[in-house]
Each structure stands twice: as structure tokens, then as C-alpha cells.
């Protein structure tokens, strides 16, 4: 989906959330305290919901949501990101961003 593809290309980091998912705010919670600061996308607050959450998954996201782009590549859902986390990889992947997100 083209809406899909834009944010994630104009947003170092785009998590694309629902407003009451607590996974996604599990993932938003862990950006922060790397201290960066994505783009959240609320699916539940675009008429396109369905859309949005089919797209993610034809991705190759596990579930719709948290779907994690990051450098406009799809990095995964809340298993990934914890992945890469814990294996240390994620770190590499967001420092380009860290920066960006403190300049205000």
C-alpha cells in the first residue's frame, strides 16, 4: 500500500500502532528509552484500517501490528524488534536516528 510505503520512507522510524495495543505500546516504550523518537501511526484512527493491516501482513509482517520500518525497510513486529534488541542489533539499526530525534 502506498500510504504505507511513503511514511516509512519519509520517517527514519515508523511504528505502525493501534490505540489500544499494548504491544505496540510495549515497542514504543522501548524506542523511547533508546532514546528515539518515531513516527507512531494509529491505524485504528485511519478509515483505511482493514486495508492497512492487510498490506502490513502481504509485507511480511507476523501480526498487523506493531509493524516496525525502520530506514524504510520493514524491520518486523513485536518478536523481531525484542529479537534484534536483545541480540543486540537493534541498537546499529536506530543510531542514525538517535540524533534526528533529539534536535527539535
Partial sequence: MEKIVKLASEN????MSKSSCCLCYAVQMLFQDLGVHPLIYEIDHDPEEKE???ALVRMGCSGPVPAVFIGGKLV???NEVMSLH?????????TPYQ????VK
Fill in 12 to 15: 527514519g522510524i515508523l511504528i
Fill in 52 to 54: 492497512i493491516e492487510k
Fill in 76 to 78: 518486523g513486529s513485536t
Fill in 86 to 94: 536483545l541480540s543486540g542489533s537493534l541498537i546499529p539499526l536506530i
Fill in 99 to 102: 540524533a534526528l530525534s533529539n
